[in-house]
C-alpha cells in the first residue's frame, strides 16, 4: 500500500499537475513531442552476453560522457520531464556510475533514480548504490534454473545474480523488481517459480 501510495503521488502531483502542465508548454512553444519518461544508457558494454539483447552487440561503442548525461537530465528537466531512468548494457559497469547517480538524484525536482541491471555486480555496489540516492531497482532474471542462465547470459551463474538479489535487499532497498523475459517452451513453466522469488 505504501509504494502504490508512493506512486500515485509521484504520478499525480509531479507529472500529473507539475509535469504535465509543463510538457504541455513546452510541447507547442518547441514544436516537437516532449517525453514525460527519459530512459539512458550510461553505457552499452554489459559484463553479460544475453541472446536477444542488442546491448550485446555493441560494447563500449555508444558510450555517453557524464557531462552529456548531466546536461540531458538538466534540459528535460526544465522541459518537465520527471522520470529518469538508467538502464543499457549494464549500467553497473561504468566507472562512475555512482557519481552519475548522486548527480542525478540532487537534480532539484527529480523524486527517483532508478537502476535496471542485471545484479551481479550489486553484492559490492547495492550499498553504495542507495547511499547515492538511488531509490528504486529492476533486476534482470529471465530463469531460475542454472543451465538455462548459461544459455542465455552465456556468461557468469544464476548463483551470482540470486547473491546480488539478496544483498540489495540487505542494503535497504524497498522498491525491487524482477524483470523476467517469458518464453513459450523455454521459461514459461517457471512463473511459479519467480512469482514466489518476488513474493
Known amino acids: 500500500p505504501a509504494l502504490f501510495r508512493r506512486i500515485a503521488l509521484t504520478f499525480a502531483i509531479d507529472l500529473g499537475y507539475f509535469?504535465?502542465?509543463?510538457?504541455?508548454?513546452?510541447?507547442?512553444?518547441e514544436h516537437c513531442n516532449i517525453p514525460w519518461v527519459v530512459l539512458m544508457d550510461p553505457t552499452s558494454a554489459c559484463n553479460r552476453h544475453c541472446k536477444g539483447c542488442w546491448a550485446a552487440e555493441y560494447g563500449h561503442k555508444s558510450n555517453l560522457t557524464l557531462d552529456e548525461m548531466r546536461r540531458i537530465v538538466r534540459e528535460c528537466k526544465a522541459l518537465g520531464t520527471h522520470f529518469f531512468m538508467y538502464t543499457g548494457g549494464e549500467p553497473l559497469v561504468k566507472k562512475n556510475i555512482l557519481s552519475l547517480c548522486e548527480k542525478c538524484a540532487a537534480v532539484p525536482g527529480i523524486r527517483e533514480v532508478c537502476v535496471t541491471t542485471n545484479g551481479t555486480l550489486l553484492p559490492e555496489l547495492a550499498k553504495p548504490l542507495r547511499a547515492a540516492g538511488v531509490q528504486r531497482l529492476?533486476?534482470?532474471?529471465?530463469?531460475?534454473?542454472?543451465?538455462?542462465y548459461a544459455y542465455i547470459t552465456r556468461r557468469g551463474t544464476l548463483e551470482s545474480a540470486l547473491r546480488g538479489i539478496q544483498s540489495a535487499y540487505d542494503a535497504g532497498f524497498e522498491h525491487l523488481k524482477v524483470?523476467?523475459?517469458?518464453?513459450?517452451?523455454?521459461?514459461?513453466?517457471?512463473?511459479?517459480?519467480?512469482?514466489e522469488l518476488a513474493r
Open 179 to 195: 524483470n523476467a523475459v517469458l518464453i513459450g517452451g523455454f521459461n514459461d513453466d517457471e512463473i511459479p517459480a519467480l512469482a
Open 138 to 148: 529492476n533486476i534482470s532474471l529471465d530463469t531460475l534454473n542454472a543451465e538455462k
Open 19 to 29: 509535469g504535465t502542465k509543463a510538457l504541455r508548454a513546452n510541447r507547442e512553444k
